[in-house]
């Protein structure tokens, strides 16, 4: 099993262009989660899904922000237009039951200059 | 609401001596409890969970920790620490109840083990 695979690793962009990350949950997962890890916010929940349907997305910062789970096997987080304030870690995690621990990916570091 | 507090930020231990890091938690119902550790530029790994039963649960790495239903409360422990324990350690809680299927996590503990 290849875990949660996230990409890009990193990410430089400049404000206001459209940056899109992307994740692979682990095959078989029902649950797919986006969270941003910053140092004055520390792990934010934004969205999950649940059988690719969004479930809670109110940790959504703005409607700059969106997500999107086509299929069982993939998931995009997108911001447009990004910010230099939106410039942090961004992983991705799934898990199955509802007692299961999650599975993190390495996640994508976004700078937006 | 469910939340997590992890009340210090930084915890120093030296090498072979135990080490302790501190999680309390505020949530309506049964919680479900788990603990990660995060390298650098990595992503946050279980180490492990409490769901129910035995108030002392055993994860990985020889991490154990101990769930207090009346503190509400579920420290983390090892007995002899190691340079490689090292590491950002989050706490994390679940309310099936009232939270939906959202997993909240505390602002984390970085530990250090000098040798």
């Known amino acids: 099993d290849a875990g949660v695979i996230q990409s890009p690793r990193h990410e430089v962009t400049e404000m206001g262009q459209e940056v899109t990350l992307r994740c692979k949950p682990i095959?078989?997962?029902?649950?797919l989660f986006w969270y941003r890890q910053t140092m004055m916010r520390g792990l934010e929940l934004l969205i999950y899904f649940n059988n690719n349907v969004p479930i809670d997305d109110s940790g959504m910062p703005e409607d700059r922000f969106s997500a999107k789970m086509p299929n069982a096997s993939f998931s995009t987080l997108k911001i447009q237009p990004s910010e230099p304030r939106d410039s942090a870690v961004y992983f991705c995690a799934s898990r199955t039951k509802k007692d299961s621990p999650l599975h993190f990916g390495n996640g994508t570091r976004l700078t937006v200059t | 609401a469910q939340s997590v507090a992890q009340p210090e930020d930084q915890v120093n231990v030296a090498e072979g001596n135990p080490l302790t890091v501190k999680c309390t938690y505020s949530v309506s119902g049964n919680p479900y409890l788990f603990w990660y550790v995060q390298y650098p530029n990595r992503g946050l790994q279980f180490l492990l969970k409490y769901i129910t039963g035995d108030n002392l649960v055993k994860g990985s790495y020889g991490f154990e920790a101990e769930f207090n239903k009346s503190q509400t409360s579920f420290h983390l422990k090892k007995p002899s620490a190691l340079v490689s324990d090292s590491a950002l350690y989050f706490c994390a809680v679940r309310s099936p109840n009232t939270g939906g299927f959202k997993t909240i996590f505390g602002a984390g503990t970085r530990l250090f083990v000098k040798a």
């Open positions: 095959s078989g997962h029902d649950y």
